[in-house]
């Protein structure tokens, strides 16, 4: 569980401009900044943020808003208690779940930093070691292309190993267990040493640039090649993609990833000004990935595989994903089974993108290999090809797909329907890992809250709740200057019990109260106060604020003693067992009502012309 406060601590520190910026161009204007919505597909900006009470809304299709904690919930698809975590992580505050957690496990804040004194540590080895290893370290990046310049961009570095790590972060005070559990070191017969022995170093970061992991390249023959940091609290392979936080802006602007598969290749590529280029940590592509990517509005996810068999079994695993991502999967097999870093030492950038401009259809690219291994010329082999054909299909069996998938398989197999390649597919069983995400629904961003029963409504009814939570945003950004209108705002009756205990709340916020502070105010007596604050129209000014203030009182006022006149008149027709100092007093207030709505709409309409 995580507390309250801790939630709270979250969205205070949170800026919701720096949040959203990540993945979506905003522009200011006035106070407040408008973009795209990354929700759904607009050209004009209809998305707003406002930095001062920390929320979002989007004034076009969707019609969603509310803060921090639900923007990011939207954005990358988390729980509720994981969007706090990632914000938390964000702005750097140790949430107490960690803290409690002490005994079990120390807190993510010091294995991190942990993981980025030692990336320091073994890149200075790299650099300045003396050792034998330390030179073949050198040796062998120089040999890839990586002079002293790019290992220092790409802080690369040289474990040199027997303890030399754990001595050094020891002596800087991380405790054995913090080591331990960022997997920088390892027992050996009972004794603490270090994790990686003589190896390349390829520190990982996380989407801020901090190192939470490491890949080791061995040196010579030894194996595996490539020993990666296991899953740690700060690391999850399957979560995680290399130098995206370096690519993440070129993503973003060229609506292109490039993703590969070796540390080298990404170096390589970004050396080479493909800045948008990452890799999967030494495991095959995930669904996470492509969300990840699917963040930053990719709209071309480009695979760069190996021209080898490995790479062609990398294509067929990432095929299940096709239905998945609303970006078009493509790739490319580089001539001659050479990797991206190869290509480049003996090819110029223009030549790789030439490449890149002719990047294939994934799915066709894996349809046409298998069916490239057959002579199609006669029936039993065509039959013996689709068998073959169907097996990668397979776990696409479910998806909207498989019909123009099955079409284009049967063009290729003369004689067999598309309708035949359907079935064979649908007879292939699926792989395991892939059937698990049979059972996901495509389009997987679930709606932020259930919606209002808004459409139940009367049409007056729903522009009362208008009304009520235009004022109610007016006050959660200019709360002092609003205070003013307490008693007004606190004598009409208000539709929604809701609304009027937001209004309360926020109004009885000492002096000085900051938008943010109104905001949670708010949120602690209603769970939606986020969502419902969000929508307010823009205002340039306290002033005009004050002013916009009174004229939606004026209409509230009117609708609210309209409602009353009904309920007083209703009772003067409607019962004959009142006495005559009821009666009176009903036909007092009936006029004064009446007198109060006459001044209020000559008021509006007055103000409506002009
Ligand atoms: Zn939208």
Not at 130 to 137: C, E, M, P, T
Not at 206 to 220: K, M, N, P, S, T
Request: proline fraction near 4%; include cysteine.
């Amino acid at each position: 569980m995580i507390s309250d406060d801790d939630i709270q601590r979250v969205r205070q520190a949170t800026n919701i401009v720096d949040l959203v910026s990540e993945t979506v161009v905003l522009k200011q204007r006035g106070q407040e900044f408008w973009g795209c919505c990354p929700f759904h597909n607009e050209k004009t900006p209809s998305f707003h943020v406002n930095p001062a009470t920390g929320l979002w809304h989007c004034f076009g299709a969707c019609q969603e808003g509310g803060d921090a904690i639900s923007y990011i919930r939207k954005r990358d698809n988390l729980e509720f208690a994981d969007a706090v975590r990632a914000l938390a992580d964000k702005a750097g505050i140790e949430i107490s779940e960690d803290a409690a957690r002490g005994p079990r496990g120390p807190r993510r804040n010091r294995l991190i930093e942990a993981l980025v004194e030692a990336e320091r540590f073994y890149h200075v080895q790299l650099m300045r070691g003396k050792s034998h290893g330390a030179a073949s370290a050198r040796s062998y990046l120089s040999s890839r292309g990586f002079g002293s310049e790019i290992c220092r961009r790409w802080c690369l570095g040289y474990a040199p190993g027997r303890g030399a790590l754990v001595a050094h972060l020891r002596g800087k005070g991380f405790s054995a267990a913090e080591l331990h559990a960022a997997n920088l070191s390892v027992d050996r017969s009972g004794r603490t040493s270090d994790r990686f022995y003589e190896r390349v170093m390829f520190p990982i970061h996380d989407e801020q640039g901090r190192a939470i992991a490491f890949g080791g390249r061995v040196l010579g023959k030894g194996e595996p090649k490539y020993l990666n940091s296991s899953e740690t609290p700060v690391f999850h392979k399957s979560k995680n993609l290399y130098a995206l936080d370096r690519a993440k802006d070129r993503i973003t602007a060229t609506a292109t990833a490039i993703l590969c598969e070796g540390y080298t290749d990404v170096i390589a590529l970004h050396e080479a000004g493909f800045a948008n280029a990452v890799a999967a940590l030494g495991t095959a592509l995930t669904l996470d990935h492509i969300r990840m990517l699917s963040r930053y509005r990719v709209r071309e996810i480009i695979c760069l595989f190996d021209g080898d068999a490995a790479g062609q079994r990398a294509a067929e695993r990432t095929v299940q994903y096709i239905d998945k991502t609303e970006a078009d999967l493509r790739c490319v097999v580089l001539p001659d089974g050479q990797d991206p870093a190869e290509f480049l030492g003996s090819h110029s950038p223009s030549e790789l993108q030439a490449q890149l401009d002719s990047a294939r259809s994934l799915v066709d690219f894996v349809i046409e290999a298998r069916l490239d291994k057959y002579d199609l010329s006669t029936p039993g082999r065509r039959v013996k090809a689709l068998d073959d054909v169907a097996e990668v299909l397979a776990p696409l069996k479910r998806s909207v797909l498989i019909d123009e998938l099955a079409t284009k398989v049967a063009y290729r197999l003369p004689g067999i329907e598309a309708t035949a390649v359907k079935t064979a597919v649908r007879d292939k069983a699926v792989p395991r890992a892939a059937d698990a995400l049979l059972r996901e629904k495509p389009d997987r961003i679930p709606a932020a809250d259930p919606a209002p029963s808004f459409d139940s409504l009367s049409v007056s009814e729903r522009r009362q709740l208008k009304l009520e939570r235009e004022v109610l945003s007016l006050v959660a950004r200019y709360p002092d200057e609003l205070r003013s209108s307490a008693p007004r705002m606190t004598s009409i009756i208000w539709a929604d019990a809701r609304h009027e205990a937001m209004l309360w709340a926020m109004l009885s916020t000492p002096e000085k109260t900051a938008p943010k502070d109104a905001v949670a105010a708010a949120l602690s007596v209603e769970p939606q106060a986020a969502r419902i604050l969000s929508a307010g129209e823009a205002v340039s000014s306290p002033s005009e604020a004050a002013q916009r203030a009174a004229s939606l009182l004026d209409a509230l006022e009117l609708s609210s003693d309209k409602r009353r006149l009904k309920e007083v008149r209703g009772k003067l027709h409607g019962s004959s067992a009142l006495g005559d100092a009821e009666l009176t007093a009903l036909f007092e207030e009936a006029t004064r009502l009446q007198k109060r709505i006459n001044e209020l709409s000559e008021l509006i309409s007055r103000a409506s012309i002009r």
